[in-house]
């Protein structure tokens, strides 16, 4: 199969939905396969790139995955920017690697993106 | 150039999603895309004159229509949904169409990428 691009925008909290999960379970599996693939956060999706969240011992760490997938595996992430702001989230607080970003690039994404997966909860 | 729509279904008061779901559109021109709106469910609130999530202290819809003018931007909004929430005076500087819900199914195949907000 081509090597594909493909990016998956989530646009809701990581630990009130589950779709940052499942974002990161698609993401993995096309990184696994050869594929190009970014994950677009926008809203408040971006709290999940910060760093300092502590969750009880048995659930996940989403941000330490996707630091993970973003070091291992080459997931790109991108933060819309604004969203960011107004969250309160620094580029400092944020996982190293995942990127500010904004509409001007996520319309680059939609356009030249093989596929495009929205998750709105 | 891809053809996009961007799928509205939430309302504009206690949520952002219409703003968003405009903001994000608007957007799209910077990648010389052209977006389409379509308001669906309680999106179809949006359109009607008395609806001013502003006069609650909320973040205003109505600032979108400058841009929808400013870019000529398709908005679509659904005749079932008006229906459903009783939305029967349309502000008209949304300039919306109106289409059935047959018609929206039709109309979804037509468009490169879909995105719900």
């Not at chain 2, 910077?30 to 609130?45: F, H, M, R, S, Y």
């Not at chain 2, 819900?101 to 995105?115: C, P, S, T």
Request: aromatic fraction near 8%.
């Amino acid at each position: 199969m081509d090597k594909l691009k493909i990016t998956i925008q989530v646009m809701v909290p990581p630990y009130s939905y589950e779709d940052l999960d499942t974002a990161l379970r698609i993401a993995e599996a096309g990184l696994d396969r050869g594929h190009d693939v970014g994950i677009f956060l926008f809203a408040d999706s971006v709290l999940s790139t910060f760093s300092k969240v502590k969750p009880v011992r048995t659930d996940r760490n989403i941000p330490k995955q996707m630091q993970e997938l973003i070091e291992n595996k080459g997931l790109r992430v991108d933060i819309c920017g604004i969203c960011m702001d107004y969250r309160g989230v620094t580029r400092e607080e944020a996982i190293p690697g995942a990127v500010p970003s904004g509409l001007p690039e996520l319309a680059e994404l939609i356009e030249t993106s093989d596929r495009f997966i929205n998750l709105m909860a | 150039m891809k053809k996009v729509l961007f799928v509205i279904y939430q309302s504009p008061v206690g949520t952002i999603w219409p703003n968003e779901g405009f903001r994000t559109a608007f957007g799209m021109y910077a990648a010389d895309i052209e977006p389409d709106v379509l308001l669906i469910d309680q999106g179809a609130i949006v359109v009607g004159t008395e609806t001013e999530p502003a006069k609650l202290g909320l973040l205003p819809i109505k600032v979108c229509q400058k841009y929808i003018k400013k870019y000529e931007t398709k908005v679509w909004v659904e005749k079932e949904s008006l229906e459903k929430f009783n939305v029967r005076v349309l502000d008209q500087e949304y300039n919306a169409e109106i289409i059935s819900r047959a018609d929206v199914k039709a109309m979804l195949a037509e468009y490169d990428r879909v995105v719900f907000m």
